[in-house]
């Protein structure tokens, strides 16, 4: 084998490799448009408008509930409460890599929340109450430890609350009421030195405000 054929075969094994793994590893507007999509998919609800209002023919950035930075092109608001859907979140939504506030309150989602939410890094808010969401307070969730409002009130998460919450040093409302937790609450919780505000009802119902501190 001489020297050019050897390098025609390292280009014929590196470029369908190098394209490959791009495809599976670059985010932008397109990708955020897929997992919305997605997401879409699984909704259903007699007033559910997002068959008729997230098509493709419109920007992403247009679309109901959707907003979209300023610089970068792509979405970093997900709002949809109260709008009467009723679905699962699936996993897609961890590719929304700008996401700074993600808000699904009021609706009806159930199932459980996909670990790959675990990888939306900038998320500052996570709203969840009042869905029928199920299974246990992931203990991943302080992967986004950015976040400052976790709310996941009046949902059907059972189990513990983990210790791991306290790695989330940047939380300053944190509202996990009305579920069917039950255990001790983590000690290491109360020492989040950002926190403001925790509500948890357990058997019995504890609201502790830390704001005269901050
Ligand atoms: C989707 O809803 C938004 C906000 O209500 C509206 O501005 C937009 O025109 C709608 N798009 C379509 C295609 O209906
Ligand atoms: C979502 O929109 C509602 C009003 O439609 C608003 O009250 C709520 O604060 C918004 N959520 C976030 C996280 O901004
Ligand atoms: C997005 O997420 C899904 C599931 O987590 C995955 O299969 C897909 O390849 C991801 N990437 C893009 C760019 O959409
Ligand atoms: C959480 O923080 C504690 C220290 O407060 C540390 O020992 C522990 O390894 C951290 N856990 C994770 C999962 O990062
Ligand atoms: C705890 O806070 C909730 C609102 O977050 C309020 O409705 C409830 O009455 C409070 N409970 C107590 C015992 O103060």
């Not at 670059?26 to 209002?53: C, H, M, T, W, Y």
């Not at 990888?119 to 950015?146: A, D, F, K, T, V």
């Not at 020492?191 to 357990?202: E, G, M, N, Q």
Request: charged residues 10%; glycine residues 6%.
């Amino acid at each position: 084998m001489n020297y050019n054929t050897c390098f025609h075969l390292l280009l014929a094994l590196f470029i369908p490799c190098s394209v490959l793994c791009l495809a599976m590893t670059v985010r932008n507007l397109n990708s955020d448009q897929f997992a919305l999509l997605e997401f879409k998919d699984r909704i259903a609800g007699p007033q559910n408008v997002l068959p008729n209002n997230w098509t493709v023919s419109t920007s992403v950035c247009n679309w109901i509930g959707v907003s979209c930075g300023i610089l970068h092109k792509r979405v970093t608001a997900l709002n949809l409460t109260s709008m009467n859907l009723r679905g699962t979140i699936p996993p897609h939504l961890g590719n929304l890599s700008f996401l700074l506030s993600l808000d699904l309150s009021s609706n009806h989602f159930y199932g459980h929340l996909p670990k790959e939410l675990g990888q939306l890094h900038r998320l500052r808010i996570l709203r969840l109450s009042y869905n029928r969401l199920n299974g246990e307070i992931p203990s991943w969730l302080w992967n986004i430890h950015r976040v400052r409002r976790l709310e996941m009130k009046n949902n059907n998460f059972i189990g513990t609350i983990p210790e791991t919450l306290a790695n989330m040093s940047n939380l300053e409302i944190l509202n996990l009421g009305l579920n069917q937790l039950s255990g001790q609450v983590p000690s290491s919780i109360f020492k989040i030195s950002s926190l403001k505000a925790i509500s948890l009802c357990l058997m019995i119902c504890v609201n502790v405000s830390t704001s005269s501190q901050a």
